[in-house]
């Protein structure tokens, strides 16, 4: 079964520079879900699209920006990075429950791995 | 808003039986998940409680009580591949969010 793709994989950037992040959600999943993830912490939920247009936004910097394309692919746009932005990033996609049920699992994908030198 | 609390780590023995705790507080309640993390891996869905009682899905069971606003994960005949990070998520509902909060996560190491 198709599963959540997201690339890189990994990242290395300077500080103060920019990285832009890519997801591929699962075909026919409505909704698409970012979290960063520090060394030793949980995932911090940061921003979610559903059928394309922002539906939550949680802890994320003003640095960073989000948006999801027609074909429902999703990018994350980073800025002016520092050195606390080092961590996983993972992309989550759900669907299939209807918009506001609770049942919609998450599926994660691999993640993509920022270091900031 | 909400808080999730879990034991920070736990450790338990090769073949036997853990219980994970999960006490949260949520504005309104849409559902609770548990996930297994290795570590630098993706997140992986265990298990999902909607209603009071407990699912049981293989060697992994997991409860709810709503009024209590507690859950438990139940890992049976554990393995060393059991070894890993258990996040318990509720989903919160409340003022229009639909999204998935984690908690800080148990690290469970099984031993021979």
């Known amino acids: 079964a198709a599963g959540v793709i997201q690339s890189p994989r990994h990242l290395i950037k300077e500080k103060r520079e920019t990285a832009t992040l890519k997801c591929y959600p699962i075909?026919?999943?409505?909704?698409v879900y970012w979290y960063q993830q520090g060394p030793g912490q949980d995932p911090q939920f940061l921003i979610s699209f559903y059928e394309k247009m922002q539906s939550d936004k949680g802890s994320i910097p003003d640095r960073f920006s989000a948006q999801q394309f027609s074909d429902y692919h999703s990018e994350l746009n980073m800025s002016s990075l520092e050195l606390g932005d080092s961590a996983l990033y993972f992309c989550?996609?759900?669907?299939?429950?209807?918009?506001?049920?609770?049942?919609?699992?998450?599926?994660f994908g691999a993640g993509s791995r920022l270091t900031v030198l | 808003g909400q808080n999730i609390d879990q034991p920070t780590e736990m450790t338990a023995t090769e073949g036997a039986i853990v219980q994970i705790n999960c006490t949260y507080q949520t504005s309104g309640f849409n559902g609770l998940f548990w996930y297994q993390q290795h570590a630098g891996e993706a997140p992986t869905f265990l298990s999902y409680n909607v209603l009071d009682g407990l699912e049981e899905k293989g060697r992994f069971s997991s409860f709810l009580s709503r009024s209590k606003g507690y859950s438990y994960l139940l890992l049976k005949e554990l393995q060393m591949k059991d070894s890993a990070s258990y996040l318990c998520?509720?989903?919160?509902?409340?003022?229009?969010?639909?999204?998935?909060?984690f908690g800080k996560g148990t690290k469970l190491s099984v031993i021979p």
């Open positions: 989550a996609s759900s669907g299939g429950q209807g918009r506001f049920s609770g049942a919609n699992v998450l599926t």
């Open positions: 998520a509720p989903r919160d509902s409340g003022a229009g969010s639909y999204q998935l909060t």
């Open positions: 075909p026919r999943h409505d909704t």
